[in-house]
């Protein structure tokens, strides 16, 4: 069956670094687009960021992300990985991978086939 799992995450002092990965098995990446999510205690899960299905040509970042952020892509290693830099406390939470084959339902709707089972990033001093 398909299976992503994010890691990565972890606590970190303010402009600190991580770099969260997301490794799928049982599908063919280069088909799905791929998507992180968060989501903090008491708010709304919002798109992160999300990269486009084959060579990952199109990214799009939440403005709150922008210049800080990076997401990338590697088919053969079927990994994804959100490279995210100069952290803010404000970027505590728990981070989703998402994978699907449509553009509009993982983004727009937040409905993608398959979800991984996050990875905590806290941003704290």
């Known amino acids: 069956q398909v299976q992503l799992v994010e890691s990565g995450g972890g606590l970190v002092q303010p402009g600190g670094s991580l770099r969260l990965s997301c490794a799928a098995s049982g599908l063919t990446l280069d088909y799905y687009v791929i998507g992180w999510f968060r989501q903090a205690p008491g708010k709304e899960r919002e798109g992160v960021s999300y990269i486009s299905s084959s060579d990952g040509s199109r990214t799009y970042y939440t403005d709150s992300v922008k210049g800080r952020f990076t997401i990338s892509r590697d088919n053969a290693k079927k990994t994804v990985y959100l490279q995210m830099n100069n952290l803010k406390p404000e970027d505590t939470a728990l981070y989703y991978c998402?994978?699907?084959?449509?553009?509009?339902?993982?983004?727009?709707?937040?409905?993608?086939?398959?979800w991984g089972q996050g990875t905590q990033v806290t941003v704290s001093s």
């Open positions: 998402v994978a699907d084959r449509n553009l509009w339902r993982l983004w727009y709707r937040q409905s993608a086939d398959f």
